[in-house]
């Protein structure tokens, strides 16, 4: 499973807003983070990637089949939940018998484990829920859906702290073998710890699409009290440098800041930070070929 993206571009016709422009990347399995300011497509390329949108320039194609072509069984492989998604049924149970038929993955067992972690019954009525609770319900369904790419916006929205917390177990527990899972947010601090891969996109462009381990091996990020002379990026809060280094023999590999690195990619920096990490996959490439 994976999904390739070539050449992508999407106009609103009405407005005239180029939302995506020459977007090429290739997703492989993992749960990967989709990172960009407000308008620079993150929703949009979500939406071609579900069949919802179709591009008006180049294609993207989940397992090699053009997500244009809305075939009812390559639709069943993908699911999408938008930050203002309404379900059309009354509650989790009537989805279950309106809606879960049409993904064979689909498991009861799953769900109900899901619901109950957060405290949850599938016959209240959705609407009589807080938004927070709403977006929990929505959220242990969709994973329950065990589609083979899950697309989540603002997954967390509304949740309060401890939720957040068994929101990652939750991921965790139901992500299977294969999966690809996209988290578009802008609290990158709610599953920090599960990311395999990071997407940026910058202005409707893809200005980075790599994986967390190449990210580690070609950057080591710090937080000291002076700035390190040698730091490709550095920004002082909370009294301290939180500085992004090149890594070094030597060097410790460290997990990366993705709020760091998000804002050296929005910097003058940024081009030197991308030719690091360019550098870092083309000579990993080179050594697994020797091998």
């Not at 179709?54 to 244009?68: A, E, I, N, S, Y």
């Not at 069943?76 to 279950?96: E, H, Q, S």
């Not at 957040?164 to 802008?186: F, N």
Request: glycine share 8%; proline share 4%; aromatic share 6%.
């Amino acid at each position: 499973m994976r999904i390739e993206i070539e050449n992508l571009g999407y106009n609103y016709r009405k407005s005239h807003i180029q939302a995506l422009e020459g977007v090429t990347a290739v997703i492989n399995p993992g749960i990967h983070l989709l990172l960009g300011e407000n308008g620079s497509g993150k929703t949009t390329l979500l939406q071609i990637i579900d069949g919802l949108r179709f591009p008006t320039q180049g294609k993207c194609m989940v397992d090699g089949v053009d997500t244009t072509e809305r075939c009812p069984a390559e639709m069943a492989r993908v699911a999408y939940l938008g930050t203002d998604m309404v379900f059309p049924a009354k509650n989790i149970a009537g989805m279950v018998r309106t809606h879960a038929p049409f993904y064979p993955g689909f498991s009861y067992e799953m769900l109900r484990t899901n619901l109950e972690a957060f405290n949850i019954s599938e016959s209240t009525s959705l609407t009589s829920l807080s938004s927070g609770n709403m977006r929990k319900a929505q959220v242990a369904y969709m994973l329950a859906l065990q589609t083979d790419v899950l697309l989540l916006d603002e997954p967390a929205n509304a949740m309060d702290i401890d939720s957040r917390i068994e929101l990652q177990k939750m991921i965790l527990r139901c992500m299977r073998p294969g999966q690809i899972i996209i988290v578009s947010t802008h609290t990158v601090s709610d599953l920090e710890n599960l990311y395999d891969g990071l997407i940026m996109l910058k202005g409707g462009k893809m200005v980075l699409n790599e994986s967390t381990s190449h990210i580690s091996a070609a950057l080591a990020f710090t937080i000291t009290n002076l700035r390190p002379e040698k730091a490709l990026h550095a920004e002082l809060y909370g009294g301290h440098w939180h500085a992004m280094l090149r890594l070094e023999p030597g060097m410790a590999s460290t997990e990366p800041d993705y709020t760091l690195l998000y804002r050296a990619m929005r910097s003058e920096n940024a081009g030197t930070v991308a030719e690091v990490l360019e550098n870092a996959v083309e000579k990993e490439t080179e050594e697994d070929g020797k091998e």
